[in-house]
């Protein structure tokens, strides 16, 4: 009986520690970029957007935590949140839907995250619905673009400026563990 106490213990302090070891090999990277939706009296019909080119500096955000691109195993959006910088008066209320694509040289444009039926609450702040897929080959490239396909349902009078805050989340090996 004792036997099968100890060797539970063991495996369970074991089992704690593989799995605080491997929370180690884990971290966040985060980008912005800005996009500007330009004033229209169209409804109800989708436009493309596409960002500019977002700098990844994958390889430093690897060697700062201790790894790099041969040993990163897993990368996913975790967070996807839209800030309206401008105008001042602006909320989201003229959105009903939104998809953003996420696309680099030599790789397919992938669905990372959206929303549907936006609420009309006067928010300046939007967190979309991210979409579990693997993003590793994006993030280890140098750069990669962000295409925002959005539907209005309000007019909208002047240029919004939004800024599109991304978080990933790197499953790495650290220094080969």
């Known amino acids: 009986m004792i036997k099968k106490t100890i060797a539970i213990t063991v495996l369970l302090i074991t089992f704690i520690a593989c799995d605080k070891l491997d929370e180690l090999t884990k971290f966040n990277i985060d980008y912005t970029t800005n996009i500007t939706i330009q ?6 019909a989708p436009f493309d957007i596409v960002t500019p080119e977002t700098t990844t500096n994958s390889q430093q955000e690897f ?24 105008p001042e008066s ?4 003229f959105l009903n839907d ?10 397919e ?18 967190d979309l619905d ?9 993030i280890q490239g140098e750069t990669y673009t962000l295409r925002t396909e959005t539907t209005t349902d309000q007019t909208i009078e002047s240029d919004h400026e939004i ?8 499953d790495a090996k650290i220094l080969g563990l």
């Open 63 to 86: 060697e700062n935590n201790n790894t790099n691109a041969d040993l990163v195993e897993s990368v996913k959006l975790t967070k996807l949140t839209l800030n309206l910088q401008t």
């Open 163 to 170: 800024e599109i805050y991304t978080r990933f989340r790197v």
């Open 98 to 107: 939104i998809a953003i694509y996420i696309n680099a040289d030599g790789l």
């Open 39 to 44: 004033s229209t009296s169209i409804l109800d």
């Open 90 to 93: 602006g909320d989201f209320d």
């Open 130 to 138: 991210v979409v579990d897929t693997e993003l590793k080959e994006y």
């Open 109 to 126: 444009e992938r669905l990372i995250a959206s929303s549907t039926s936006i609420p009309e609450d006067g928010s300046r702040t939007l």
